[in-house]
């Protein structure tokens, strides 16, 4: 079955800093790809998603996810975070291909400092 | 449009005592699903439905557990003789029909069984 890891677990960051999150999830073949984020008190919500075309995609709030086929990776990044980024990101993929319930990361906090 | 609700947001209950949580989508969206999310993990998938028909239980939904959608609309998830193991977060998501199309989450019930 397919499951998705996220390396870091707490990751704490001085304001204006980069950022890259760790994405690997399992097994190949054509695989759609999602980042959804969780802020204090709120519900989650999508930041970005790959489903095909160019493996770098754009999502909210200047973050940027590569999508790497030969890794199964699928990173996310930011060049710069704000005490905003404050919250918990979630990696996710279906389970197989054209299915769409997901299957989740453990999540990454995500602790921006002034 | 409101976004995806939830009720109760919150539900403390006995061990071995029933309850149901509702969830109401967003009007347009065909799919609906159930996750639960426990601490210090990513949500995991329990059922979900297109329109009134359950397509796809999960191995995580035991006997106890039922989720019906009867008019396609709104759905509701029961849990009977609850277990303290059922404690945990109760996410509910909504999507049209597609791998393309993103689920969008509800705030989530938060039950605790003492």
């Known amino acids: 079955a397919q499951s998705v890891s996220q390396h870091n677990h707490h990751v704490i960051l001085s304001e204006a800093a980069s950022l890259e999150l760790g994405c690997n999830y399992s097994?190949?073949?054509?695989?759609?790809l999602f980042w959804y984020v969780q802020y204090p008190g709120q519900h989650l919500q999508l930041l970005l998603k790959?489903?095909?075309?160019?493996?770098l995609v754009k999502g909210i709030k200047g973050f940027e996810a590569e999508f790497i086929k030969s890794k199964f990776s699928f990173n996310l990044r930011k060049p710069s975070v704000q005490w905003s980024d404050t919250a918990e990101y979630f990696c996710?993929?279906?389970?197989?291909?054209?299915?769409?319930?997901?299957?989740f990361g453990k999540g990454t906090r995500l602790s921006v400092i002034a | 449009d409101t976004g995806v609700s939830q009720n109760p947001r919150h539900k403390i209950t006995k061990r071995g005592q029933n309850v149901t949580f509702r969830c109401d989508p967003i009007?347009?969206?065909?799919?609906l699903y159930w996750y639960r999310q426990t601490l210090g993990q990513g949500p995991e998938f329990l059922t979900y439905?297109?329109?009134?028909?359950?397509?796809?239980k999960s191995r995580l939904l035991s006997d106890r557990f039922s989720a019906e959608r009867p008019k396609g609309s709104f759905s509701t998830l029961e849990i009977q003789r609850t277990e303290q193991g059922d404690s945990a977060m109760y996410l509910c998501?909504?999507?049209?029909?597609?791998?393309?199309?993103?689920?969008?989450f509800g705030p989530g019930t938060r039950l605790t069984v003492t």
């Open positions: 998501a909504s999507s049209m029909t597609g791998i393309y199309h993103e689920q969008y």
């Open positions: 097994y190949g073949g054509t695989v759609n």
């Open positions: 790959y489903f095909s075309g160019d493996p």
């Open positions: 996710a993929v279906p389970p197989r291909t054209g299915n769409t319930p997901l299957v």
């Open positions: 009007s347009e969206h065909n799919r």
């Open positions: 439905f297109q329109n009134e028909a359950q397509l796809e």
